[in-house]
């Protein structure tokens, strides 16, 4: 038995296919959908509170009996510094005003993390999902080895060979490998430390030499020749995110649904203007704005988040878009516009080709 065989035993999937959790795109319609063709949906409550991703587990498992993913956000708590948050608010400023709104007096930490998070940590041992998954580093190992011991198959994101070991050292199950061309957040454990920012590639060849657990490779996979080579790099299955954004089960809007159709796909950026945090989107004014020579550093995440979607509120209200977080990877122009269930079924035939 291969060992891409043995992982989809263990999850009872068909298909070396996962979708990224993407949370704020995904969706329970897109989770089941992706699942009941075989391979394993996901789902992103990072951005939620405890009642919203109960009612997302809830409403994805009364569409689908298959597993499914139920990813968190482990990153370590902002670092306030309201000298910090002033500048980059003053700096912001002259968007606000364009679009005639207040500029704000005050941001907060928007998204809470999951390390030290007892409500999110109970309801995922209530509700038991097949599989969990952690982003921008890792709980407390008893907390991993509960999960675990109530029958949770766990996985967790490195985008280096150091991640990786403390990954296994902690007793997680699979290693999601994320490579540079992936859209969305970078999952470093420390955005202050050097990244070497391998691609996809070479990342899982990097790893197959240096760890036992399963490898699922992430970034920059568009298409089942795609996942055959990721494969045959010494994956067990492959992570697709932006590939899924255009599925009508997803939650994105119908403006990050043009750009993704437009020639806009064409150029993504790796920024931290947008949330505090490195992360690869398509192109805005926001972006360049952030970028521009003498700019300040952005708040710490996720507390620049809550600028960026204040801005992005009051710039929606004269159907302007210019200021949204659009994630995309690099292989954002390869994405085509189908339901996910048939998307999970071609993909297949073109590994198979």
Sequence with gaps: ??????????????????????????????????????????????????????????DTRALTNKPFNVNVFCHAPAVRDARREAAWLAHLAPLFVELGAPVPTQLDEIYPTFVGDEAGFALLLEQRPAVVSFHFGLPATEKIAALR?????????????????????????????????????????????????????VLLRLLAGRTTLPLIAAGGIMDGRGIRAALDLGAVAAQLGTAFVLCPESSANASYRANLRSARAASTRLTSVL????????????????????SPPPADYPVAYDAAKQLNAAASQHGDSEFAAQWAGQGAPLAREMGAQELVLTLAREMAA
């Design 1 to 58: 038995m291969t060992t891409s065989q043995h992982f989809l035993d263990r999850l009872g999937l068909q298909l070396p296919i996962i979708q990224a959790p993407m949370a704020g795109v995904s969706t329970p319609r897109l989770a089941a959908a992706v699942s009941h063709a075989g391979g394993l949906g996901s789902l992103g409550i990072g951005a939620g509170s405890v009642a919203q991703a109960r009612q997302m587990i809830m």
């Design 149 to 201: 011991q109530a029958g949770i198959y766990t996985m967790a994101t490195a985008t280096s060979v150091r991640e990786a070991m403390l990954i296994e050292q902690a007793g997680v199950d699979a290693i999601v490998a994320q490579g540079v061309e992936a859209g969305g957040h970078r999952g470093v454990f420390d955005p202050q430390a050097p990244d070497e920012r391998h691609s996809t590639s």
């Design 275 to 294: 949330s505090g945090r490195l992360a690869r989107g398509m192109v805005n004014r926001l972006i360049e704005h952030g970028a521009a020579p003498g």
